[in-house]
């Protein structure tokens, strides 16, 4: 039987020899293969926590941020494409066992992506906010709205989508919806933006009145509120640990190999505290993201833990890579090194579940609460 150590250095081997040789042309907006979506397939990287019954690995959360970790090391997109449709399949399994049925053997093969879409137009960090609205109708339910910035919506096959149910208009109204993406009533696009967004496939898509089966809500309301805040410390953590990853590839070798004044880079010594500083740094968020990934298993700490080891670990990414792209020199520029795909990567760290300003206030509310708070 494989064990996660196994699995670990076969995602290794795979991000090394597949995934880096493909990579250079997603700075410039080409996005990965249908191949490199089928080869994470063969690796089970959209069941790594599913059990072994539903034709996943059933592998850990530690051993989930662990291979979104090393695919970030080489591109960040990538790995968050991989880690969001992973999500749609356990959420089926843990919800929606006739659709997980009908679904998973598409989504864990790699033919099928998937997404979740929560961000509209109107509406980031004020979830509460979103207008996406779903009304029942003699046969389900019938929903429209409009999403954007949603990772995989580009190509995406299914997303889960929350909407307001009914006349309700706060939190408590928030239900999620299983959508094919490819049913009528459907229309798509991707969202364009300076930093590249391809390999994420961002992208979002308006939904006019589509007619859904009662089975599709998968979350009532109620439920999907509370769903969305427990699995959001999930992905702050491993986010963290994908930004972690992204500065250890980027305290590149370069300094050994690159002679300037007649002696490697690295023999400089202003030149190599630029390094020791990303390191030391980069050292101390690692033993903070430890520990965020290791209270997900539901230690009470889980949410402030998450949200400093976001921020911290964005923050680290945000301080560093624009040093450390510097002390390349021009080379640093080309997109065969890591430097300047890192570098925009961490400004979409920095939003994606959760932007930092918010997450600041999380930390300040979960530390020092009002007694007000402490009574909610
Ligand atoms: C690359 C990328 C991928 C994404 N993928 C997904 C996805 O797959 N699914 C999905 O649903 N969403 C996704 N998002 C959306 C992401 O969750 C939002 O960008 C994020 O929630 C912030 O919302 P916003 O961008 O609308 O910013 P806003 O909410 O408009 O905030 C703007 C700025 O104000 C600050 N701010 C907002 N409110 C407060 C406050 N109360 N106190 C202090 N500061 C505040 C924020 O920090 C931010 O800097 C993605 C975003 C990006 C960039």
Redesign the pocket.
């Known amino acids: 039987m494989m064990t996660q150590a196994d699995h670990l250095e076969r995602v290794q081997v795979f991000a090394a020899t597949q995934l880096a040789p493909a990579v250079t042309g997603w700075a410039h907006g080409e996005g990965p293969s249908q191949a490199l979506w089928h080869a994470a397939g063969d690796l089970g990287l959209f069941g790594i926590e599913l059990p072994l019954e539903a034709g996943g690995l059933g592998f850990d959360f530690a051993h989930k941020t662990s291979v979104c970790a090393t695919l970030a090391a080489v591109d960040f997109g990538y790995a968050?494409a991989v880690v969001?449709t992973h999500n749609v399949a356990l959420r089926l399994h843990l919800s929606a066992p006739d659709l997980a049925a009908r679904h998973l053997p598409r989504l864990l093969s790699g033919e099928v992506a998937a997404?979740?879409?929560?961000?509209e137009p109107e509406?980031?960090?004020?979830?509460a906010a979103l207008q996406t609205r779903a009304t029942q109708t003699p046969r389900g339910w019938e929903i429209t709205g409009r999403?954007?910035?949603?990772?995989?919506?580009r190509h995406a096959g299914l997303s889960i989508v929350?909407a307001k149910c009914g006349t309700g208009d706060d939190a408590g109204a928030i239900g999620a919806f299983m959508v094919d993406l490819t049913i009528p009533g459907v229309t798509r696009h991707a969202?364009e933006?300076g930093?590249s967004?391809a390999s994420?496939g961002?992208g979002g898509f308006c939904l006019d009145a589509v007619a859904l089966p009662p089975e599709a809500l998968i979350l009532p309301p109620g439920a999907a509120f509370g769903a969305i805040l427990s699995e959001i410390n999930g992905a702050r953590a491993y986010v963290a640990a994908m930004c972690c990853a992204m500065l250890r590839a980027a305290v590149a070798e370069y300094g050994q190999r690159r002679v300037s004044f007649r002696r490697p880079l690295m023999d400089h010594q202003a030149w190599r505290l630029t390094l020791a500083q990303a390191q030391t740094d980069l050292a101390a968020t690692e033993a903070l993201t430890e520990r965020a990934v290791a209270s997900i298993a539901g230690a009470p700490a889980a949410q402030l833990l998450a949200a400093q080891a976001k921020v911290h670990a964005v923050q680290t990414c945000q301080r560093h890579l624009p040093a450390l792209l510097h002390a390349m020199g021009a080379e640093g520029l080309r997109p065969a090194h890591c430097l300047t795909r890192h570098l925009a990567a961490v400004?979409?760290a920095a939003?994606?579940?959760?932007?930092?300003?918010?997450l600041?206030?999380r930390v300040a509310r979960l530390s020092w609460p009002t007694p007000r708070q402490r009574k909610d």
């Open positions: 968050m969001n997404c979740t879409a929560l961000t509406a980031g960090t004020d979830v999403k954007d910035w949603i990772i995989n919506a929350f969202t933006a930093f967004q994420m961002t400004q979409s939003l994606t579940d959760g932007a930092i300003t918010p600041l206030e």
